[in-house]
């Protein structure tokens, strides 16, 4: 196992994307641990609005195996919409 909690909330991931501007699909699952979902979506999603995203009930941080069915749905309508 490994504890990427820290991580997860440092600014790496949002450095990253900082010049991105290619369309992004984020997904949480609402009871991620690793992660407060909706302060995430809209700081990640912050000014771009090619980034879209959802946050799922009933998952935690291992979202697509938790409601693989709605992440599936997700993509499929997201791809399809690109």
């Known amino acids: 196992r ?3 909690k820290a991580i997860s909330r440092s600014p790496l991931l949002l450095q990253a994307l900082q010049d991105f501007d290619k369309p992004v699909l984020m ?3 609402e009871d991620d641990v690793t992660a407060i979902p ?6 990640l999603g ?3 609005p090619r980034r879209d995203w959802t946050i799922l009930a009933g998952a935690g941080h291992w979202v697509q195996y938790q409601r ?4 599936n749905t997700l993509l499929a309508c ?3 919409a690109a």
């Open 38 to 43: 909706t302060e995430a979506a809209q700081t």
């Open 68 to 71: 693989p069915e709605a992440v």
């Open 46 to 48: 912050q000014h771009k």
């Open 78 to 80: 997201w791809l399809e």
């Open 27 to 29: 997904v949480w699952g």
């Open 2 to 4: 490994f504890r990427s």
